[in-house]
């Protein structure tokens, strides 16, 4: 009987044993209990993964023109900087690798003098537009491109007006973002099957100050008007060779030579009617020159009346007004701030660079988002950057 009683005090130990553990597991709070991974359940005070960001993929950078290495370096550290501004920001989470590089421009012909550069990232999104859902990559659909000290793109052409610079826009600036803001639409060849994509321009500055002014009314009147003069001089240079003029006594002796005919020709009354019609019709090579002047230069000296009219008759707060013209001086025919299409002459801000910064500095960036609006993720990723990326950042590696 002694051994049966041990065997079963034994198992009642036993049992107490485990119930205890069961109930010490079960007191452990929740808080202290990490959720499940993949199914199973992890043990005490584990958490979860976190999942690392994959680094963007680095291309051969495109350098133009002698840049010197030091300054490259500083250039490099700086694009480096906006593509992980984008990579933890707007473009944080996406199921694709972009791709970029560095660009860096010397151009020794550049208004401005200093050295632009910045980066250009392809987003190769892929297409879910069509009925197969394919997720095949599609080069283009989406783009961004930073660039500082250039802001060329916002520019339609070029006006020269008495040999000064002056650019026309291509639209208005509105604000987005808490910076100048534009879309420009880019003509698109359907017969090439190239995407449908839409331009977002940002324009951020050092200060409420732009890189480029507004060309007064003023200022293109006064610069028209001396063009004007200019083309109208050559004209008249022009006109003068094809007309030359002999001397005065050439132009008599055959005067003479003329009403000598009719002398010896005629007679009587048919003689001096002839000699009176003569003399009234007669032009001298100082006449025929001064006739072919006034008709060769009639349209631009109606040109420079108007220009001087408007300049003397506008008030001022119209002559400050911003010039929208898009033709050359000698073809002005008003100021186009009612025609559809009309452009705003501006030039570059002189004050705006601080000259006392290095070459390789940015003072200001261009950002330049294209994306095909009609693929989702290219859309999403628009929405991203419109919603999430922090311009004011950008803003505070200008002069750094």
């Keep these: ?19 205890a553990q069961d109930l010490t597991a079960n007191s452990i709070p929740n808080n202290n209990r990490s959720l499940p991974i993949d199914g199973v359940l992890a043990g005490p005070k584990q958490k979860m993964p976190h999942k690392k960001q994959r680094k963007w993929k680095k291309e051969h950078d495109r350098i133009d023109g002698h840049i010197d290495h030091a300054l490259l370096k500083t250039m490099g ?38 050295i632009s550069f910045g980066l250009e990232c392809q987003f190769p999104t892929p297409d879910q537009s069509d009925n197969g859902g394919s997720t095949a990559n599609v080069e283009g659909n989406a783009q961004i ?16 007006v008495n040999g000064k610079i002056f650019q026309t826009l291509k639209d208005t600036l509105a604000v987005k973002n808490g910076f100048p803001y534009c ?7 359907d017969t090439a099957n190239e995407p449908h994509l839409h331009t977002r321009v940002w324009l951020v500055s050092a200060s409420d100050n732009l890189p480029y002014i507004p060309v007064t009314r003023k200022e293109y009147l006064e610069e028209a008007i001396l063009e004007a003069g200019i083309e109208r001089n050559k004209q008249v240079a022009a006109i003068k060779e094809k007309t030359p003029l002999r001397s005065t006594d050439d132009q008599k002796a055959e005067k003479e030579r003329d009403m000598e005919e009719i002398r010896q020709t005629y007679s009587g009354a048919e003689r001096e009617m002839r000699l009176r019609h003569f003399l009234e019709s007669y032009r ?14 009639a349209e631009i000296d109606s040109t420079i009346h108007l220009m001087e009219r408007l300049q003397s008759h506008l008030v001022a707060a119209e002559l400050n007004k ?18 559809p299409g009309s452009r705003k ?13 290095t070459g390789e500095k940015a003072q200001c960036f261009l950002v ?11 859309a999403d990723l628009d929405r991203q950057l419109s919603d999430k990326f922090d311009f004011k950042k950008l803003q505070g590696l200008l002069g750094n």
């Excluded at 009987?1 to 119930?19: D, E, G, V, Y």
């Excluded at 330049?368 to 290219?378: G, K, T």
Aim: aromatic share 12%; with cysteine; charged share 20%.
């Design 1 to 19: 009987m002694k051994p049966l009683c041990l065997l079963a005090s034994l198992a009642f130990l036993c049992s107490l044993s485990s119930h």
């Design 77 to 114: 550290q700086t694009t480096a900087t906006i593509v992980t501004l984008l990579s933890d920001s707007c473009f944080s989470e996406i199921p694709f690798i972009p791709s970029w590089h560095g660009e860096f421009v010397s151009d020794k012909r550049s208004q401005a003098s200093r």
């Design 145 to 160: 491109r930073i660039m500082s000290n250039d802001f060329s793109i916002l520019f339609r052409d070029t006006l020269y």
């Design 183 to 189: 879309e420009l639409p880019l003509a698109v060849d």
């Design 284 to 297: 001298s090579d100082e006449d025929y020159q001064k006739e072919a002047v006034d008709k060769g230069t």
């Design 322 to 339: 911003p010039a929208m013209v898009s033709v050359p001086a000698i073809q002005f025919e008003g100021f186009e701030d009612n025609t």
């Design 345 to 357: 002459l501006v030039k570059v801000n002189p004050a705006y660079f601080n000259t006392s910064l």
């Design 368 to 378: 330049c988002w294209n994306y095909n609006p009609s693929i989702a993720m290219a």
